[in-house]
């Protein structure tokens, strides 16, 4: 595989030596796997899970000679979509054969009542539900549980974004997907969400169908005791040595956001042979300017008010009080009572997120513009 010429990876994962640590993340992974436990790994966004997954995959396929399935339920919006994203996931791990599309595989997409046809463009598949008749969704996962159980060698499925399937109109969603687990105990899965509240709910409240099934982990910041040395590192192996009170700068920019690490890196990787703190300022301002048409169409989503409120959250991250007099007056909101209906929305909308009694931006590039254009 080719070098990345930037060693700070901004999409997906590449390989280990461009991937930071998350050592003891890995071990509690690879322990369930070794004990055939099923796991949900669940952060705010852009913390690392899906990276995490992939790395611990190639260590999977490669140390353990485990087969593995990657699952994206991002774009899901409803039973149906979650079973054409997951036939997806199969084919393309399993559908090339040299006479186009493999036998069984044409055998579970009928069973699914699904048909596949390719872009005459791209090439891409694309899969569409038959007119006739669509199985209820449990004997689409049965089918496919079966395909999969069938496979020679042990296989880890991850399920990544499952927090999709708590916003389907379908009731019926999550004790399928959890009778689906306990059908096939030979496959092992690794549910991933990055909703934090609907997966804490999901799988630690009594009366829903997940709860104690598996083994639970938030993703939390990498330390600087581990990252420091790995930005160095890459640095320093390029000539470009980089000095503490930057890694520091860096990282409190960022709040500890993985990816707003590695983009600030990776720019200023690009950016300058010997990295000084103006260089990090050109940096920052050019990652907001970047940012401002997404963060004009926040402002335009949200009320006056619920806007208010989120700049006067930025400016004192992490806000304690947001009730407070004394916050209330500092920032020139109105009553209370407003702001804590926009608070409300807010954390709904996953704009702000509510930690120990204080309140944050979800989105750390957000509240740095803000915090520059108060
Ligand atoms: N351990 C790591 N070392 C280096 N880069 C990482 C690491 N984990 C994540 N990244 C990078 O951070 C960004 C966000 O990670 P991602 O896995 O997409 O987050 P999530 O799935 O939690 O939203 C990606 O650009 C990814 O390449
Ligand atoms: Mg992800």
């Known amino acids: 595989m080719k070098a990345p010429n930037n060693p700070f990876v901004l999409t997906g994962y590449v390989s280990p030596e461009y991937f930071c640590n998350r050592q003891k993340e890995l071990s509690w992974l690879e322990s369930n796997y070794l004990n055939e436990r099923n796991a949900l790994l669940y952060s705010w966004r852009r913390m690392g899970k899906t990276a995490l997954i992939r790395h611990f995959f190639r260590i999977l396929e490669k140390d353990h000679g485990v087969e593995t399935l990657y699952i994206d339920l991002m774009g899901a919006q409803s039973m149906p979509e979650a079973i054409k994203a997951i036939t997806q996931a199969i084919h ?16 579970l997409l009928s069973r699914l009542g699904m048909t596949v046809t390719f872009d005459p463009y791209s090439g891409f598949p694309k899969f569409s ?19 999969l159980s069938k496979r020679k060698k042990s296989l880890v499925i991850a399920m990544d974004e499952f927090q999709q399937i708590g916003y389907f109109d379908d009731p019926a969603a999550e004790p399928v997907f959890r009778a689906w687990m306990q059908g096939f105990p030979g496959l092992r899965f690794v549910y991933s969400g990055s909703q934090r509240n609907m997966m804490r709910a999901m799988f630690t409240e009594q009366n829903r169908p997940f709860y104690k099934s598996v083994q639970i982990l938030e993703l939390n910041s990498i330390p600087e005791k581990e990252y420091f040395p790995f930005i160095r590192g890459h640095f320093t192996a390029a000539g470009k040595p980089i000095e503490e009170e930057l890694l520091n700068e860096i990282y409190a920019w960022s709040r500890g956001q993985t990816y707003a690490i590695q983009l600030v890196c990776n720019k200023l990787f690009g950016l300058a042979d010997n990295p000084r703190k103006e260089s990090l300022q050109q940096v920052f301002s050019e990652i907001i300017e970047q940012e401002k048409p997404v963060f004009a169409n926040y ?29 209330l007056q500092n920032h020139r909101l109105g009553a209370a009572s407003s702001v804590a209906t926009a608070l409300k929305t807010l954390i709904k909308k996953e704009l702000v997120i509510e930690e120990n009694d204080s309140y944050l931006l979800h989105d750390v590039l957000l509240a740095n513009w803000l915090r520059q254009n108060p």
């Open 92 to 107: 393309q791990r399993y559908g090339h054969s040299t006479s186009g599309i493999s036998g069984n595989i044409g055998k």
């Open 129 to 147: 539900f038959g007119l006739t008749h669509l199985p209820p969704p449990e004997q689409s996962l049965d089918a496919i549980g079966e395909f």
């Open 299 to 327: 402002a335009r989503l949200l009320t006056r008010n619920q806007w208010e409120v989120l700049k006067a959250i930025a400016l004192s991250e992490p806000a304690t009080n947001p009730q407070s007099k004394e916050f």
